[in-house]
């Protein structure tokens, strides 16, 4: 065959993942939104109305840089890098349902203000991709920079009350038995459902009823329930969810068997290790509405699988160490790896040359 021929030869389309998912952008923001909302509504039955005012603030910050850098590029003449609020709406509430309760309303809008001009519109203008989640790397600047102070010692009494940093966490020892576990247990969370009365025990709180912590973790098995239906409905990317979650479980009962207690058997201290490490804190909603990001994360789907796996196994050492939350440092770190892990299974360009008669 000529050469002019073979170039000539018709590559066969491959459809971009919208197309295969049926869903627009807008639309995929919309219904992703919808469905955090009734992660924030029963949030809110938990935690109050301290957590409806972070989730506002979150979404009002947002929404004024979204309107700001909009009438900017439109008064320069340039093409809206939004063509709607849907994309920053869901960054907004991934926001506000990422913040502890007890953290002051100023560092909602810092961490708001910097997902959605720094990690969105900047990384995206000026990288043409944004390689970091948003929401996890403004975070944790500001995780990182709360840690600093307290080191220095400088107002820390306002570290005490739930900012992004804990330093009473390390008071507790994740590597020890039943006692070392207990004692976080019963320090942290009711023992009684508000509004119905029902006693829970302390590992039950966990799943159901958390005052406390991250606002999007209030109640773990709201997480679970409507992520799954995000996944299966939005297409997420089911692998890291799986992988991330199926990790944390095994690893939660290796940690379980190999720190017993005599005092408990072996399938409560295995229950007691799931409720902390995969209902306690930031990992459950995390793994279902950051770890899922499209583009700070891999494509092939046996990197998928690496990426979960690696953020587990990063957030369960965190967690053994008393630092909790560090599960959005984990997704960071995370996602420098994506290249790499692009390039272990990606070697030729997408798509491949129908083969012709003439071959």
Known sequence: MLEEEKKARPYKVVNP???????????????????????????????????????????????????????????????????????????????????????????????????????????????????????ATSKSIVLLALYGVATLNVFEGALQGGMLFHPHHYQHNMMGGFADMMGFFESAFVDTIPFFGIEISATQAHFFWQPHGWIGSGMGIVVLVVGSIAVYWLRYKWRIVVSTLGTMTILAIVAALVWQNGDISTADMITMRIAFHVFSGSILFMAFFMATEPQSTPMPEFSQFLFGVGLAVLTFVFQLNGFLGGSIIALVIMNMTTPLLDRIVIKKPYGHRVKSVVD
């Open 17 to 135: 993942p919208h197309v295969h998912i049926g869903l627009d952008k807008n639309e995929l923001m919309l219904k992703t939104f919808l469905l955090m909302s009734i992660i924030a509504y029963a949030s809110v039955m938990v935690m109050g109305l301290q957590a409806l005012f972070h989730i506002l603030v979150a979404l009002g910050t947002v929404l004024v840089v979204y309107n700001s850098v909009t009438a900017y590029q439109r008064w320069k003449g340039v093409k809206p890098t939004y063509d709607s609020p849907g994309s920053p709406l869901v960054a907004g509430m991934i926001v506000g349902l990422a913040m502890p309760l007890e953290s002051p309303y100023l560092v909602t809008v810092v961490v708001a203000f910097m997902t959605m001009f720094v990690f969105k519109y900047i990384q995206g203008k000026y990288l043409d991709h944004k390689y970091l989640n948003p929401v």
